[in-house]
């Protein structure tokens, strides 16, 4: 089986006008089995009008719909935007549609967000960090209808500091922790390879992450483009592919019906 991205997003996120129609026929061509759309839905934000959740009895329609029009098959997947006020609405989602696969991401945080900048206020770089990786901490804890976490350390990418950089060091107790619960829970991490194409030049979670997953046991990842944009798909995959097995990871995983499902690098 061909592998294939395992996070990407259409016109239906509010920060993509990527077309579904682009991505079928150039997964035609690319000889696919199946394509995997992972949009946002995004429950931890106060704007609501700014990114309005999606509307999944219409979303599934329109991907049965298309998969017909196009003959792939569709696996619908989901990057849920976490926050622990809003856990119920979460679970009840998840509990309602029949989903493939679930990206469990933060993207705000403390009534903040990291686009536009308020999550960073009256915090230092240290202390943005380290706050971000306590609520990945704290997802990771307390939500298990997920399979993978995204972009674990993506928090770099944002915030008003000369330097962006972060050494895994200066937060491994933390990190540690977030890992031995994922593992724990028999849940994954995803590689991003957005980063690979945006100004930090690295993939998320950063190589020394990855290799502490694999020292502590871990073995569930999926590889992900975080594609915004019909060209962007698959992006950084051969990259990220060759990077695991220098690592000594030997498989990669795939989500159907929420169950993973381990394949050979
Ligand atoms: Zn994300
Ligand atoms: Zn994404």
């Given at each position: 089986m061909k592998y294939i991205d395992h996070h990407v997003h259409t016109r239906?996120?509010?920060?993509s006008e990527a077309s579904i129609e682009e991505y079928l026929i150039n997964g035609k061509k690319m000889d696919l089995e199946y394509i995997i759309f992972t949009d946002h839905q995004d429950?931890?934000?106060?704007e609501k009008n700014y990114v309005p959740l999606i509307d999944y009895d219409e979303y599934i329609h329109t991907m049965k719909k298309l998969e017909k029009r196009y003959q792939l098959p569709i696996k619908i997947g989901v990057e849920i935007g976490y926050e622990k006020e809003h856990k119920g609405e979460i679970s009840n989602f998840l509990n309602k549609y029949p989903i493939d696969f679930v990206i469990a991401s933060i993207h705000y945080g403390d009534g903040g967000d990291f686009y536009e900048g308020s999550?960073?206020?009256?915090?230092?770089r240290k202390e943005s960090y380290r706050r971000y990786f306590e609520l990945i901490l704290e997802m990771v804890e307390n939500f298990q209808d997920y399979d993978v976490v995204g972009h674990?350390?993506?928090?770099?990418?944002?915030?008003?500091?000369?330097e962006r950089y972060y050494e895994y060091v200066e937060y491994k107790e933390l990190i540690d922790i977030i890992l031995k619960t994922i593992i724990k829970n028999n849940k994954g991490v995803e590689l991003n390879t957005s980063g690979l194409r945006q100004?930090?030049?690295?993939?998320?979670?950063?190589i020394e992450v990855l290799k502490r997953y694999k020292e502590l046991g871990g073995s569930v990842i999926t590889i992900g483009?975080?594609?915004?944009?019909?060209?962007?798909?698959?992006?950084g995959y051969k990259e990220a592919k060759s990077l695991l097995k220098s690592l000594g990871y030997n498989k990669i995983y795939y989500f159907e019906n929420r169950i993973g499902k381990a394949i050979d690098i």
């Open positions: 239906y996120s509010f920060d429950f931890g934000t106060n999550f960073f206020k009256e915090k230092n674990l350390d993506f928090i770099t990418r944002y915030g008003p500091f000369k100004g930090e030049k690295r993939i998320y979670p950063k483009s975080d594609a915004h944009f019909n060209q962007d798909y698959c992006a």
